[in-house]
């Protein structure tokens, strides 16, 4: 009876050590899988267009928001104009600033791509972390080949 209650509990003692390492292994893929789509910045680029707006909002987390309008561009439907709308976050208080009083301003803006949003760093994948460059004539002015009436 001796080397059946050994076995038993060896054959325990293995099964929770299983158990254990695979409750690790989990753990870890899932802390693997939360880094890469929270933290890691799959993409980054500069986006030029006209400031639209920036805003402070928010319930719980107050981020700052805003939306940057490029220049249209023909889509593939006939007739129609494709609207390209940036819309983004602004973790650093400073930018921020400084972007809410470029409005309607022609901007260029670096950012960050990311594969999803985390709430305290804003609603948006993208996020804006260094200005470019600001032009402070308004867009309208530098053409001269626009006949206006």
């Known amino acids: 009876m001796d080397k059946t209650t050994e076995k038993k509990g060896a054959v325990k003692a293995g099964v929770k050590k299983f158990l254990n390492w695979t409750l690790v292994v989990v753990i870890l893929a899932l802390l693997a899988f939360g880094a890469v789509r929270y933290y890691y910045p799959y993409g980054e680029g500069v986006k030029a267009g006209q400031l639209n707006y920036v805003v402070y909002k928010g319930i719980i987390f107050k981020t700052y928001e805003g939306k940057l309008i490029q220049s249209g561009v023909w889509s593939n439907k006939p007739g129609g ?35 999803a949003a985390l709430p305290w760093r804003g609603y948006s994948r993208y996020v804006v972390d260094k200005i470019v460059k600001i032009n402070d004539e308004s867009p309208d002015s530098s053409d001269s080949s626009v006949i206006r009436p």
């Open 81 to 115: 104009v494709q609207s390209n709308e940036f819309e983004f976050s602004i973790e650093d208080k400073t930018i921020a600033e400084q972007l809410m009083l470029a409005g309607g301003k022609t901007v260029e803006l670096h950012y960050k791509e990311y594969f």
